[in-house]
């Protein structure tokens, strides 16, 4: 990966390195894909200018997608069964919660 | 009372609607055509994305030890590591031992 990005100060790993230097990127071309997107769907610019934009955003590099962006388990760099709200994959969730370290998180029963 | 009175026509109806949208500074769109407004509408969700990684602290345990060389700071990961190694080996999962070189090469 060519351009620098910072890393993070989290658990690290090969696809957690991966998925941050992707949303870096996606970040940084977000507007242009935005503008892109917009001349693409607009039926009131002329169809050239419309296939020219579609085009080049089908060229642009996958890591500027933000499709691609996967949310990581912050303590393990699992990438299934993530919980958003707590940014761990549900072995570590359940781990920390029933050390207590999850301020408000008990057994549900009801 | 409202059968009565005629109903304006679609044109000055139009003239109306646009009159509307001045005043109330909305876009203009009669004939419903897609000008992929709803594109740029959407909010910017890079800066939400980038901070989902913690970012990395630029105080290292190496500088705090440097800082204050009177006091003992523990690594604990690696004192457990450490500490999971010599159990190992004490069961005799330790890293195997190397051959010795004898010199001797396979003759091609």
Known sequence: MVAKVPTPGCFLNTMIMRDNFKRHMAAEAEAERRALKYIAYNMTVPVRARIQAQLRLATMPNYTRMNQVKNRCVVSGKGRAVLSEFKMSRHQFRMAAQNGELPGVKRATW | ?108
Not at chain 2, 53 to 77: C, D, G, Q, W
């Open chain 2, 1 to 108: 009372m409202s059968t009565l009175v005629t109903r304006p026509s679609a044109q000055r109806l139009r003239q109306l609607w646009k009159t509307s949208c001045e005043i109330f500074q909305t876009a203009y769109n009669p004939d419903s055509i897609r000008t992929g407004n709803k594109v740029l509408r959407q909010k910017l969700k890079g800066p939400a994305v980038i901070s989902y990684y913690p970012v990395e602290s630029p105080v290292k345990l190496r500088h705090i030890r440097a800082a204050f060389p009177m006091f003992k700071f523990p690594n604990t990961e690696d004192e457990h590591r450490v500490m999971m190694n010599e159990l190992r080996k004490r069961r005799g999962k330790g890293p195997p031992k190397k051959k010795e070189d004898t010199g001797k090469r396979r003759r091609r």
